[in-house]
């Protein structure tokens, strides 16, 4: 593809969808949708070209080389809205990726089993442990109608400042008529405030899984949602409700459950995280059980489908069986939303979601079968390392195009949310060469530029001397900014183009952060020759932000503005010298 046809594939911002059957099969962290990846690899290579991923995530790379066979009507509709004409067909791809997790993903998406074979696999799984705990999720209804629970909303538990008096904090701040969050409560006693003034009640339990004893806030059943023969139902929890979960945290679990301690580190708080010292406490008793039965059965299964199906237990492990799980508010609904965990955290809030692991896992089948249809048979080799990219087992120059998003400094630490699931697998990411800013690894802004430019040393030696590299990257610090561009310079990487991943839909920090700050810069890479020029009179990052405030834009452009100045600094050779927040104070923005 010409030069001039290359730039257009950067001119403008290009969407990262959030839906669709690859997207919606695995809610692992990703930045950028596989059909977006796949039009970069297409436009940039020739089919039977190697593309290579050194920090390999979520797959998405690798399943972007194999879908360039089979292109998908979003994909070809990308390429004619961006006037390219991309030569389809099957990639080859090489990822590397240090988590358990993330390569778990690859393999058996880039391999993906026959989607019939599948379906009938998951559906057995789903089926056999419901008949093991029949009764796990019996709950009867307002009328007294035997019934299943689809969720439970939990509550902590309070305490008046004043007399002592106990209560649930759902209690304290849930009204209805309009559902809303109040912000004062009145005790029996008078005392009238904040509920979020009333301390925690902490109790010391038993835990007959270990055998210790642990001190954690206490918590009860509060709202029960429900489906009976009559249809869907929802009440006040009754006592009835809460022994149903001692039952389960009586009953011995299945061999091969894992009763094994958490690896806590920068995401841990003393707060609502007490007593949450091994994984199981991340669950209620009755979720554990329900996946720990669902984890023993998928040994039963044809060994061609055991990784699979792994996935797809642990697909909705993370993001919807644990304690993490939350209600949120929506303008005008009559009753809570209940959501998955908030991304790129481990909150517990105070009103955490139970969900039918059962349920829930058996609707998912659907979504994967979708996305195997997709994916089941191409031609095209995967490749899928375990492992550090700062020794590749490449030959040198013989990667025809690299495309990868590195980790964001300490923006979220993968490995420390990655082992939800990965203890799960019996074996959690090795830290020691994951690239990320990190007290409780010990890693500041030196380590993590280190370990970049290692990697990206690498990313040079195996680059054919005419290939590119496009890297997806954020950050609204200017320190983590100047530690990628001086890996870069000590790999001989040079920035040649820029655009913007526009998000439909930001990251959790990026929402809830101290800056407004969307659009992830994405970057065209090349080989640096290896005597460069000397330039004069090079402008500093100020005037360009001086220049870029004179530009009108709108309310969304506004987000993408720092992202945009760093594209401009970087293809201009201007150091990054400013964070967002003082670009956004010229702008008046702050």
């Known amino acids: 593809m010409s030069t001039d046809e290359l730039q ?22 990703t930045k950028i949708s596989a059909e977006s990846v796949a039009l970069f690899i297409a436009c940039h290579t020739e089919p039977g070209d190697h593309v290579l991923d050194v920090f390999g995530g979520s797959g998405t790379t690798g399943i972007a080389a194999l879908l360039c066979e089979r292109p998908t009507d979003r994909m070809v509709s990308m390429a004619g809205e961006r006037g390219l004409e991309p030569r389809w067909g099957a990639r080859n791809a090489t990822v590397y990726e240090l988590s358990e997790i993330g390569t778990l993903l690859s ?35 307002p009328d007294g109608r035997d019934g299943t629970v689809r969720q439970i909303i939990w509550s902590d538990i309070v ?46 339990v038993v835990d007959p899984w270990t055998g210790e004893t642990n001190r954690r806030r206490r918590r009860m059943p509060w709202k029960v949602y429900g489906t009976s023969s009559t249809g869907n139902w929802s009440r006040r929890a009754t006592d009835e409700d809460g022994r149903v979960e001692d039952d389960a945290l009586a009953r011995g679990l299945p061999l091969g459950a894992p009763i094994v301690p958490l690896h806590w580190g920068d995401l841990h708080r003393n707060g609502y995280h007490q007593g949450m010292t091994h994984l199981h406490h991340l669950y209620t008793a009755r979720n554990f059980r329900a996946l720990a039965t669902l984890w023993q059965l998928i040994e039963r299964e044809p060994e061609e489908l055991r990784e699979a199906l792994k996935l797809l237990v642990l697909s909705y492990n993370a993001a919807h069986s644990t304690l993490m799980t939350r209600v949120v508010l929506k303008k005008n609904s009559k009753d ?16 955490p979601v139970e969900k039918n692991v059962f349920t829930g896992i058996r609707r998912k089948i659907k979504t994967f079968a979708a996305a195997f249809e997709l994916l089941h048979g191409l031609s095209g080799d995967a490749t899928i390392v375990t492992g550090s990219s700062a020794d590749l087992h490449l030959p040198n120059e013989s990667v025809d195009y690299v495309f990868t998003d590195p980790p964001f400094g300490g923006y979220i630490p993968y490995s420390e949310i990655n082992q939800v699931n990965e203890l799960w697998l019996g074996q959690t990411t090795k830290t020691e060469e994951e690239a990320i800013i990190s007290p409780s690894q010990g890693k500041g802004v030196g380590e993590y530029q280190a370990l970049l430019t290692s990697v990206f040393l690498e990313v040079a030696r195996v680059m054919k001397p005419d290939a590119d590299a496009t890297l997806v990257f954020h950050s609204s610090q200017a320190t983590v900014w100047q530690a990628l561009t001086a890996s870069l310079a000590d790999a001989g990487l040079a920035v040649t183009a820029a655009s913007i991943l526009d998000k439909t839909q930001a990251s959790f920090k990026q929402v809830n952060g101290h800056l407004a700050v969307s659009g992830d810069p994405l ?22 932000a001086m220049v870029e405030r004179s530009l009108p834009v709108t309310a969304r452009q506004q987000q993408h503005r720092y992202s945009e100045l760093i594209g401009m600094a970087l293809m201009s050779g201007v150091p990054i010298t400013m964070d967002a927040r003082a670009v956004y104070q010229i702008r008046g923005l702050d």
């Open 8 to 29: 257009a594939l950067y001119a403008s911002p290009l969407p990262a969808s959030r839906t669709g059957a690859l997207y919606n099969a695995f809610s692992y962290p």
């Open 107 to 141: 393999r058996v998406m880039t391999a993906a089993p026959e989607p019939e074979a599948f379906k009938a696999a998951a559906a057995r799984l789903v089926d056999a442990a419901s008949a093991l705990e029949p009764t796990l999720y019996d709950a009867a209804g």
């Open 159 to 204: 305490q008046c400042p004043r007399c002592g008096a106990e209560t649930t904090y759902a209690d304290t701040r849930v009204r209805y008529e309009p559902l809303r969050f109040d912000d004062t409560f009145s005790c029996v006693c008078g005392h009238t405030g904040s509920p979020d003034d009333w301390p925690r009640v902490l109790e010391d």
């Open 336 to 351: 809570f939303v209940v959501t998955g965990a908030q991304s790129g955290v481990m909150y517990v809030s105070g009103l």
């Open 523 to 544: 970057l065209r890479v090349k080989r640096r020759p290896r005597v460069a020029a000397v330039r004069q009179n090079v402008p500093t990052m100020s005037d360009l």
